[in-house]
């Protein structure tokens, strides 16, 4: 699909800048192909037909180029993700994605947002720039609400907790909403944005469901991730690397709070000062037909009893399910350089997985951007690896990871990998160097055996 987007916009800037009238004819062709290359069929099919019925119906170079940016902007919602119309195909959709999570024994967590964001899945925090105005935002926060009494039932050092309330109070927070139930993210995603009169409002208003797989989970109430979460609003966190940057945390309830009590909530840390996406490679994405949200509300409140006043209740209830669940989130894990390591490593795995699966073309190009990516971030974060690393288990950990993010490509055996791997030798050569100068530990023999055995890595290549 991206091949035709491009070529959708560079007939936008024809019509702009050299319109003729054999333009129109082009992009009706181009709308018909796309329809045909990809077997689109059911909402998506219908309105790109409905774009092909009103650009017959332009006369000028202005109306023509509406319908041609309403192509483009159809074009960019996936063609692959399904537009649900009923709680029913809902359902179906939730449970052939969760049945493939469950094979590795990871947990569904779901996110509704009601309308088309350029950035989805934001914290408000980022959304609103908070943190450009001070990086010490979240800490001041805190002891406003705390000198004016907002925090109830607060522990006085729990400053987690305390950004929890704030969240569900309208405040600024890192932290973004999910939910264990797929039922609540369907009502969020169907909450507002009903105009549909137009095919420009009928895309901004799409429902958009999240669904994530990830395979630890916090308690909000163990001492790790509050210091953790400490550390960072006080500017005190030495992981804060590129390297472990994009290492979300995912918190499970807090029973605090009665409004995420209700919506089986839970929620996902962003530990960076700025705002990196999640991944792709972490969950599966899917679209809420515009025309059929408030329909589907119905049929959440008729069946399932999940409408306004049991998602905003501000009461007790479910705690009984909440603490079974929160039972089951990884309590004793250590926040530590070990760690951030491993879900670095989990989140190389899935995102070159996500290639193998997804990939339509250049699949090859793909795999050396993410090689780069991840050398990258390596070499970026060496002067406070420097400082984090104090022991020869550390740095012997650094160069296993880098060794298996190595053999992990070199394994997959795709034809001329090799040739993209070979590239980056020199890089990894002077990654090793920097990281030895910076962490001035000597190299015992087992850290001189894992660089032999990534250095053999690029030998094997050269041999083939």
């Not at 509300?297 to 008729?302: M, S, T, Y």
């Not at 070499?379 to 190595?406: A, C, D, H, R, W």
Request: net charge negative; glycine share 4%; proline share 2%.
């Amino acid at each position: 699909m991206k091949k035709y987007i491009k070529e959708l916009n560079l007939l936008c800037e024809e019509v702009r800048f050299n319109y003729n009238k054999n333009i129109k004819a082009q992009i009706i062709q181009m709308i018909q192909t796309i329809i045909s290359e990809y077997a689109l069929t059911g909402i998506r099919k219908e309105k790109f037909e409905l774009i092909i019925t009103l650009l017959d119906d332009c006369t000028t170079k202005e109306e023509i180029n509406d319908q041609l940016l309403l192509a483009i902007k159809l074009s960019n919602s996936e063609y692959k993700i399904p537009i649900i119309s009923s709680v029913q195909e809902y359902i179906a959709v939730i449970k052939d994605i969760c049945s493939n999570y469950r094979v590795n024994q990871e947990m569904c967590l779901f996110r509704g947002e009601a309308q088309t964001f350029d950035i989805p899945m934001q914290p408000n925090i980022f959304r609103n720039g908070q943190l450009n105005i001070s990086n010490t935002f979240e800490q001041e926060l805190f002891y406003q609400l705390k000198t004016y009494n907002i925090l109830r039932q607060h522990r006085e050092d729990d400053f987690l907790e305390g950004a929890i309330q704030a969240q569900h109070g309208g405040f600024g927070s890192r932290l973004l909403d999910i939910s264990y139930n797929c039922l609540i993210a369907l009502y969020f995603a169907c909450e507002f944005g009903f105009d549909n009169t137009n095919l420009n409002n009928w895309i901004d208003n799409l429902g958009h469901v999240f669904v994530f797989n990830f395979p630890k989970i916090f308690n909000p109430g163990a001492k790790e991730i509050q210091s953790f979460y400490k550390n960072i609003i006080s500017n005190n966190n030495i992981l804060d690397m590129p390297l472990f940057n994009r290492n979300v945390k995912i918190l499970s309830h807090s029973k605090v709070n009665e409004r995420v009590v209700s919506q089986y909530g839970g929620f996902i840390l962003f530990p960076s000062m700025n705002y990196i996406p999640i991944d792709s490679a972490h969950y599966k994405h899917i679209y809420i037909n515009t025309d059929k949200k408030k329909e589907i509300l119905e049929d959440l409140q008729f069946l399932f009893g999940i409408h306004k006043g049991t998602i905003y209740p501000e009461t007790e209830n479910m705690v009984k399910w909440i603490q079974e669940q929160t039972e089951k989130s990884n309590v004793d894990l250590k926040i530590n350089f070990a760690y951030e390591l491993d879900a670095s490593f989990d989140l190389f795995q899935r995102e070159l997985d996500a290639i193998y699966d997804e990939a339509e073309d250049d699949i090859l190009r793909q795999i050396e951007n993410l090689l780069q990516k991840y050398l990258d971030d390596i070499e970026y974060s060496i002067p406070q690896i420097g400082k984090v690393i104090s022991t020869e288990e550390q740095l012997i950990l650094l160069f296993v990871y880098m060794k298996n993010i190595l053999l992990e490509i070199y394994n997959c055996r795709l034809n001329n990998v090799n040739i993209y791997m070979e590239l980056f030798h020199p890089k990894v050569e002077t990654i090793i160097k920097k990281v030895d100068k910076s962490v001035k530990i000597e190299n015992d023999t087992e850290i001189r055996l894992i660089k032999k055995e990534i250095n053999k890595i690029f030998e094997e290549i050269y041999y083939e």
